[in-house]
């Protein structure tokens, strides 16, 4: 994406008619990384059908070929994934990608030679001293002061592993990017979670489920205890589902709007948390049907408020708030204090934007209380380079005339063609 679209404000178009829509959404980037991670730790080339082709997934494999992978067609939706070679130095760009910065530094453990990670301006505000102490635990020597990038790690080539405890209160992916690694640690690793809280369960099962197609032995022994043992990571094919999480605001468009959005090649069983959008839509008002088709959302315009815990997917406040905003009762979300540690501080965020634009909306300990508004009206939506906030503006945007996002290009982290998709939604291209 250039610098130019990434920097370029956007003016949310006003829904002025019932949808009629089928929309085709990229590949999961929650997917399409974890099986990044693993095809360049595989003993065999991976082919990845269906895979995000996004700023996340670029960087990812950038971070993979600078530890030696070689990816063949990395532009298209089927790149093919040669193994690492783990014996280089190296610096790796993790952007704003929460899944670089928390999946590869485990792998660079495995490396002989010494990488640095650094990433954006905003990732060195995002919590890292999980995995880096983690990494120290293993026996890696890693530099840095503070807990967050950057940082340097120097690889073993090799780890023991055995038996770790680590507080992944913060972020679910600090024991994803460890349970990925972990098949090649010389004696597996037995991960266990002690803190208050683990957030988005969903994707540590992602995660084993990806390892358990891989070949790997994996078990959760008890409720915040992984065990992963040694052995081989196969390659082969593998087929990467829709983003889930990205079809929310598509999905929230059609109840908003009024009338129907169809998304094709919904899974009838996954491990997105993304799918939990089906439950939690149908209880602010919109009907759901799952067929041959895909998953095909119908809604009146009409949007009930919610009170629910997002403890299980934080990735869908966004949406859900964008809908609350625009509801007829108040809304209560709950169980996302892990959301000021994302790409922004996503509850901070949500509220400043909300209420700039004459919406009522406090934030709590663990969430946001949002309420009904007759007093609407436009302005700029900051996106604070978050994704999610810029699709959340657009989401809002449908009814509220005047609503421009600043950088829509932010998008471009999991959906670089989102506008393209929008309009064509609305019947705008």
């Known amino acids: 994406m250039s610098s130019d679209l990434y920097s370029r404000d956007f003016d949310a178009p006003v829904a002025t008619r019932a949808i009629s829509a089928t929309v085709e959404l990229p590949g999961s980037k929650s997917l399409t990384n974890r099986e990044l991670v693993l095809s360049a730790l595989a003993d065999e080339p991976t082919q990845l059908t269906g895979?995000?082709?996004?700023?996340?997934?670029?960087?990812?494999?950038?971070?993979?070929?600078?530890?030696?992978?070689?990816?063949?067609?990395?532009?298209?939706?089927?790149?093919?994934?040669?193994?690492?070679?783990?014996?280089?130095?190296?610096?790796?760009?993790?952007?704003?990608?929460?899944?670089?910065?928390?999946?590869?530094?485990?792998?660079?453990?495995?490396?002989?030679?010494?990488i640095n990670f650094d990433g954006d301006a905003a990732a060195r505000r995002r919590p890292m001293n999980t995995t880096i102490e983690s990494l120290r635990a293993l026996g890696a020597e890693v530099e840095n002061t503070n807990g967050a990038l950057p940082f340097a790690v120097h690889g073993l080539g090799s780890v023991a592993g055995g038996e770790l405890t680590i507080d992944a209160s913060s972020s679910s992916q600090f024991v994803s990017g460890l349970l990925l690694a972990a098949a090649r640690f010389e004696k597996g690793l037995t991960l266990r979670h002690e803190g208050e809280h683990l957030p988005s369960l969903p994707h540590i099962e992602m995660t084993l489920q990806c390892l358990r197609e891989r070949g790997v032995a994996?078990?959760?022994?008890?409720?915040?205890?992984?065990?992963?043992?040694?052995?081989?990571?196969?390659?082969?094919?593998?087929?990467?589902?829709?983003?889930?999480?990205?079809?929310?605001?598509?999905?929230?468009?059609?109840?908003?709007?009024?009338?129907?959005?169809?998304?094709?090649?919904?899974?009838?069983?996954?491990?997105?948390?993304?799918?939990?959008f089906d439950g939690i839509l149908r209880q602010m008002g919109a009907s759901i049907v799952r067929d041959e088709r895909g998953l095909t959302i119908t809604g009146t315009g009409e949007i009930r408020g919610i009170e629910i815990d997002l403890s299980i997917g934080g990735e869908l406040a966004p949406v859900v708030a964008g809908l609350a905003v625009l509801a007829s009762t108040p809304s209560r979300l709950s169980g996302i204090a892990h959301l000021r540690g994302h790409e922004t501080d996503r509850l901070s965020a949500l509220a400043t934007e909300i209420n700039r634009i004459g919406g009522k909306c406090q934030e709590t300990e663990d969430g946001l209380i949002i309420e009904p508004s007759n007093e609407l009206h436009g302005g700029l939506w900051q996106t604070y380079e978050d994704h999610r906030m810029a699709t959340t503006g657009a989401i809002i945007g449908l009814r509220v005339p005047g609503i421009t996002i600043e950088n829509i290009g932010t998008t471009a982290k999991t959906m670089p063609n989102f506008v393209e998709l929008w309009n064509k939604m609305l019947g705008l291209a």
Request: with cysteine.
């Open 51 to 114: 895979a995000l082709v996004s700023r996340d997934s670029a960087l990812m494999i950038g971070a993979l070929e600078a530890l030696g992978a070689r990816v063949e067609d990395g532009e298209t939706t089927a790149p093919k994934v040669y193994p690492a070679s783990l014996n280089t130095n190296a610096s790796i760009d993790c952007g704003l990608a929460g899944t670089v910065m928390r999946f590869v530094p485990p792998v660079a453990v495995l490396n002989r030679g010494t």
């Open 218 to 276: 994996v078990s959760k022994t008890e409720p915040c205890v992984w065990r992963v043992e040694p052995g081989a990571i196969s390659g082969g094919s593998k087929s990467i589902e829709p983003d889930l999480s990205n079809a929310g605001p598509f999905l929230a468009a059609a109840m908003i709007a009024g009338g129907s959005v169809t998304i094709p090649g919904w899974p009838n069983i996954t491990t997105q948390v993304g799918d939990e």
